[in-house]
Structure formats: structure tokens, C-alpha cells
């Protein structure tokens, strides 16, 4: 988890990477793995980069 709080404050793989001060292949394992537990993708590669796929909902 995070992993993904990391790259979805960060913008990017390599800035939450970053960050977490660790390599981006573990930021993009940790949030493969979180997405697969959830049963869902949760980032999509776009344009040399990555977009987040999962939204917040008000609640």
C-alpha cells in the first residue's frame, strides 16, 4: 500500500521511487501486487509514464 500512496502523491514511478528511497521495480511490484489482491489494475502505463487507475469516492 504504500507503494501506490507513494506514486499517487509523487505523480510518478521513479519520484515515488524516490521517496521511498527504494528502486522503481519495487514501487511497480508493490503496487502490482496490491492490485492483484484487490482483484484490479490500479495504475496504466500512458504516454512513457504511468496514470493512476484507481479513484477515490466520497464517502
Known amino acids: 500500500m ?3 500512496v507513494a506514486f499517487a502523491r ?3 514511478m521513479p519520484a515515488a521511487a524516490k521517496a521511498l528511497r527504494v528502486r522503481q521495480s ?3 511490484r508493490g503496487i502490482a ?3 492483484e489482491s484487490l482483484g484490479r ?3 496504466e502505463p500512458h504516454g512513457g509514464g504511468c ?3 484507481l ?3 466520497p464517502g
Open 10 to 12: 509523487a505523480g510518478s
Open 55 to 57: 479513484q477515490s469516492t
Open 41 to 43: 489494475r490500479l495504475v
Open 33 to 35: 501486487e496490491l492490485g
Open 51 to 53: 496514470r493512476q487507475e
Open 26 to 28: 519495487t514501487i511497480d
Open 2 to 4: 504504500a507503494q501506490f
